[in-house]
């Protein structure tokens, strides 16, 4: 649309005024409400947001378990094969294992957890 005063051309999706002579627009031919051209989402009802944290939070508990699980056997394997060289101290051989089953556990559970609530937010049960 061109300026009325001085007839230069004014994008009015992002400028109200003329940047050559600084005239104000008075009238302005909006081109589509935002709700017609498809960029307003309907709200979710409260039924379906909670459906989607339930979803959000058994996806976590699963990604936590299957995690946990997953990392405590390649570390178990990977202890087994690599580091399983006896001490001659059963008490020191017993703290390295548990150490490594105790940071296999929890970092398998924090990966899955991670993983479990990126995938459940990334694709809702409800949009």
Not at 33 to 61: E, F, H
Not at 102 to 116: D, N, R, Y
């Amino acid at each position: 649309m061109n300026c009325q005063s001085c007839h230069s051309r004014i994008v009015y999706l992002y400028e109200t005024n003329c940047a050559q002579c600084g005239a104000e627009a008075t009238q302005i031919d909006a081109p589509a409400t935002l709700a017609s051209i498809g960029l307003v989402q309907q709200s979710l009802t409260w039924k379906q947001r909670v459906a989607n944290l339930a979803y959000v939070l058994a996806s976590a508990g699963a990604g936590m378990v299957s995690g946990a699980v997953t990392i405590y056997f390649l570390g178990v394997i990977f202890y087994m094969t690599f580091l399983s060289a006896p001490t001659g101290n059963p008490s020191r051989d017993c703290a390295r294992g548990a150490a490594v089953a105790f940071l296999s556990i929890v970092s398998g559970a924090f990966m899955g957890t991670v993983g479990g609530t990126a995938f459940a937010i990334k694709k809702p049960v409800c949009e």
